[in-house]
């Protein structure tokens, strides 16, 4: 896949266990969140998004949780599943230009 | 529905080239946006665009272009084409794009671009 040969963070579970991923965004006038998922050899899939006046959103399994007074965003998967292994990107958006900037990506793997 | 289709989905050129890539974005989609990923810069947002005209650029050279059709697809062109521009080109699209209510943005598998 494209990030082979980029060392991201890795982060090793097990199934079942809960997953936290964390990311720290660079601009506090960011107003809009997402968190993307990417498998190998596919492109990036949206999980859930946040909007900076808010400071939690859950979805299904995963709960997106925003700390502005530190800059800091964390993804949490709930009883994480060998099909969550992939990749994950954080990204903010930063008016009035609305150009989606990515964090670096952190791997997750899920292990029996 | 049909998702995201890029094409071609491998491509091989030369130092010099140039070369031209193509997105069809979700149908009713009018904003695509492109992308760059690479082992070394991550994903770097390229453009957007939404109802043919670009919308947001990001900090690439002006050898990287794009355009939209009145149908939404869109092409992306790259001239002069350097050995850094080997990547996984990516695009995306969205109802109304990253400042619309509908922020949900879906990605096509890319098209990895090789330059030798």
């Known amino acids: 896949g494209e990030n082979v040969g980029l060392h991201l963070p890795t982060l090793s579970v097990q199934e079942g266990d809960n997953s936290i991923i964390n990311c720290a965004y660079s601009?506090?006038?960011?107003?809009?969140f997402i968190w993307y998922k990417q498998e190998s050899g596919k492109g990036p899939q949206f999980i859930i998004d946040?909007?900076?006046?808010?400071d939690k959103r859950q979805g299904q399994r995963v709960t997106v949780l925003l700390n502005k007074t530190v800059k800091h965003l964390s993804l949490q998967i709930a009883a994480t599943q060998p099909g969550d292994s992939a990749v994950y990107f954080c990204?903010?958006?930063?008016?009035?230009?609305?150009?989606?900037?990515f964090g670096t990506g952190t791997r997750l793997q899920v292990f029996p | 529905k049909a998702g995201v289709t890029q094409t071609p989905r491998y491509l091989i050129k030369t130092r010099g080239q140039q070369v031209t890539l193509s997105c069809s974005p979700i149908?009713?989609?009018?904003?695509v946006s492109w992308y760059q990923q690479t082992p070394g810069q991550g994903l770097q947002f390229l453009f957007e665009?939404?109802?043919?005209?670009?919308?947001n650029k990001g900090n690439f050279p002006g050898r990287f272009s794009g355009r939209q059709f009145s149908n939404s697809r869109s092409e992306m062109n790259v001239s002069t084409l350097e050995l850094g521009d080997s990547a996984l080109y990516l695009c995306?699209?969205?109802?109304?794009?990253?400042?619309?209510?509908?922020?949900?943005?879906?990605f096509g598998p890319g098209t990895r671009l090789t330059v030798l």
């Open positions: 995306a699209s969205s109802l109304a794009g990253l400042a619309g209510p509908s922020n949900e943005q879906f």
């Open positions: 601009n506090s006038a960011s107003d809009y």
């Open positions: 946040i909007r900076s006046n808010m």
């Open positions: 990204a903010e958006i930063t008016p009035p230009t609305d150009k989606l900037i």
């Open positions: 149908s009713g989609h009018r904003s």
């Open positions: 665009y939404f109802s043919e005209t670009q919308r």
